[in-house]
């Protein structure tokens, strides 16, 4: 049995231990002794640009935006799906994940960091999202573990009120905000419905094949045509009646 290789190390924003793994073909990246991401554990990654840029098929061209570079496997999907005209651009705050994709992992997607279509930015994608106006069809989220952050706690600030709404204004008419978690969360659901946008949640496999644990995406737009068949439609809960409220109801509605 071949053993697992250290390839690499680099440090989280958090001050966190972040390393890459080889064993055989296969790649890991492991933050403080946790799993982050494995490369025979993508289908989820895929999921997120089928989901998000569903609504660009057959679109002259397109603008996307990735946040999270990832292992790159959610940037092929996305090239693939793109015609030759549309743009990718890319924001990854960490140098050492650009720098690894570059070194190790590029070979997993036929090295998507070299397609003339994409645009590089090693940034913060809250900075870049902040600045730009009517500018994506679609923004595609793979940031740190979702709304629950892993590696870096102030990226809650991309998952709040003003982080949501900064992302509504960055979208062109039409788009599409999809957003990548390892939980569900329903306070992120509520906040993007404050926000003024429909929300349908997937669940979606980790992996292919049986016993493969679930992630889950959202799908986000001003305009409800716009999200992708099938999911989970999120409603903001009603307030139950309290039974003095129910019988008081009741009383007056006898007395009419």
């Not at 793979?142 to 204004?169: F, Q």
């Amino acid at each position: 049995m071949k053993p697992r290789i250290k390839l690499a190390k680099a440090t989280t924003p958090d001050g966190g231990e972040m390393l890459l793994y080889q064993h055989d073909q296969d790649f890991s990246i492991v933050v403080n002794g946790d799993d982050l991401m494995h490369s025979r554990r993508h289908e989820s990654e895929l999921q997120l640009a089928q989901l998000g840029c569903q609504h660009l098929t057959g679109a002259p061209e397109a603008t996307v935006l990735i946040g999270g570079l990832g292992m790159g496997y959610t940037l092929r999907q996305t090239l693939d799906i793109l015609n030759s005209k549309s743009q990718v651009i890319v924001a990854e705050l960490m140098e050492s994940v650009v720098e690894w994709n570059q070194e190790f992992l590029g070979e997993l997607n036929n090295h998507p960091l070299r397609d003339p279509r994409v645009t590089l930015h090693t940034v913060d994608v809250v900075d870049l999202i902040s600045d730009s106006k009517n500018s994506f069809d679609t923004i595609l989220l793979d940031i740190d573990n979702g709304p629950e952050a892993m590696t870096n706690s102030a990226n809650s600030r991309l998952y709040g009120y003003v982080g949501i709404m900064a992302c509504k204004a960055a979208l062109r008419n039409n788009g599409c905000l999809a957003v990548w978690s390892a939980k569900p969360n329903k306070q992120f659901e509520h906040q993007v419905m404050d926000c003024g946008m429909h929300i349908h949640r997937f669940r979606v496999p980790a992996h292919k094949g049986k016993n493969a644990s679930s992630h889950f995406i959202w799908i986000a737009s001003d305009d409800l045509k716009n999200l992708p068949p099938g999911g989970s439609e999120y409603r903001k809960p009603t307030k139950k009646k309290t039974t003095w409220q129910a019988k008081s109801k009741k009383s007056v509605w006898k007395q009419k």
